[in-house]
């Protein structure tokens, strides 16, 4: 059974710091998703990385994939109040359903 | 294209009442997912389908909570009888196989009184 592991859970930070937000998965996988979560919204897609070693930015957010440590990271480069949301993760179980992380609760603080 | 539609945006409901939650996914997809939000569970997986097929129910969490699929444009969540532990957001997803994730609709936040 696929798990899904995020950390940390919860984080909060100052306006203008970097930080990285690690997603662990369990089997062998080689796609990973990463959804976004306003406070009262639904989710919305960021990042979809198909392969080893894939790499996406957008923003001051950049995902990365390493499929050989089962291991993807989203990176916040000098953070902003408006990044402040709560971050899933998500990889995929057989040919349709993705199983989620926990979600990491990000705060960004002035 | 309008997105994952889903009604109501709201319900309050007595313990006890029927709730029908109701979702069109985007035209094209082939899976549909139903999940359950809450702060103490998270997100959590009750059922989904694919090509209107349910595939697997396991996280559907007791015999009160049923789901269906009639065609490819309409599922339906349903709770008979509903009870106060049910109160939670529901989302529903859909997918085309084999591409880029999941599209969420905006969700049903259930209150059961």
């Known amino acids: 059974e696929l798990k899904v592991e995020q950390n940390p859970l919860f984080l909060s930070m100052q306006e203008g710091k970097n930080y990285t937000i690690y997603c662990n998965y369990s089997?062998?996988?080689?796609?990973l998703y990463w959804y976004r979560q306003d406070p009262g919204k639904s989710l919305e897609s960021l990042f979809v990385?198909?392969?080893?070693?894939a790499v996406k930015q957008e923003g001051r957010l950049m995902a990365s994939l390493d499929t050989k440590a089962r291991l993807s990271t989203l990176h916040i480069t000098a953070a902003v109040h408006d990044l402040s949301a709560t971050y899933f993760c998500?990889?995929?179980?057989?040919?349709?359903?993705?199983?989620f992380g926990q979600g990491t609760r990000l705060t960004i603080n002035p | 294209d309008a997105g994952v539609i889903q009604s109501p945006r709201h319900e309050v409901t007595e313990m006890g009442q029927e709730v029908t939650l109701r979702c069109k996914p985007i035209?094209?997809?082939?899976?549909l997912f139903w999940y359950r939000q809450t702060m103490m569970r998270g997100l959590e997986l009750l059922i989904y389908?694919?090509?209107?097929?349910?595939?697997?129910d396991s996280g559907m969490p007791e015999d009160r909570f049923s789901a269906k699929m009639p065609n490819a444009s309409f599922s339906t969540l349903k709770i008979q009888p509903s009870e106060p532990r049910d109160s939670a957001v529901y989302f529903c997803?859909?997918?085309?196989?084999?591409?880029?994730?999941?599209?969420f609709g905006s969700g049903t936040r259930l209150t059961v009184v």
């Open positions: 990385l198909l392969s080893n070693g």
């Open positions: 089997t062998t996988s080689d796609r």
């Open positions: 998500a990889a995929p179980q057989g040919a349709q359903k993705l199983v």
């Open positions: 997803a859909s997918s085309l196989t084999g591409t880029t994730g999941y599209t």
């Open positions: 035209s094209g997809h082939n899976s």
């Open positions: 389908f694919n090509n209107n097929v349910p595939i697997d």
